[in-house]
């Protein structure tokens, strides 16, 4: 077994048969985060969202430069240091906790139906 800075090489040469696994290189920073100047990729995408959006609302406007420009740079050093410390896709699971209707309580009584629409929500990732 190589290991280099970013792979590791397993090669396995033990003069066996050719239906043995292979060598191949597995890459060691298949889960890192995917960061663009400091930011997720979903801040940087839902800044530049806003972005357009107040681009397109008032783009031909007095006041486009500040709707354009100054309020999404705005909300981008906010997520900058509103985040600091927090868990990775924190933006995203606050949303969905926020989105998710209803009450989940140990040990409640919960009908058959309401069992099964859990799970699909489980399972979905909702």
């Known amino acids: 077994m190589e290991i280099n ?6 090669n396995n040469n033990n003069n066996r048969s050719d239906d043995e696994l292979r060598s191949s ?7 890192k985060k995917i960061k663009l100047a400091g930011f997720e990729l979903l801040d940087v995408l839902s800044v530049l969202f806003l972005s357009s959006v107040m681009n397109l609302i008032f783009g031909r406007t007095s006041i486009s430069f500040l709707m354009v420009f100054i309020v999404p740079l705005t909300v981008g050093v906010i997520l900058h240091f ?11 699971h606050f949303i969905r ?5 209803g009450r989940y309580e140990a040990g409640e009584r919960v009908n058959e139906l309401r069992v099964k629409e859990l799970r699909r ?3 979905n990732g909702e």
């Open 5 to 10: 800075n970013n792979s590791i090489n397993c």
């Open 25 to 31: 290189v597995v890459h060691k920073n298949l889960d």
């Open 82 to 92: 509103g985040k600091k410390n927090k868990s990775e896709n924190f933006i995203l």
């Open 97 to 101: 906790y926020y989105l998710i209707p």
């Open 121 to 123: 929500k489980i399972y």
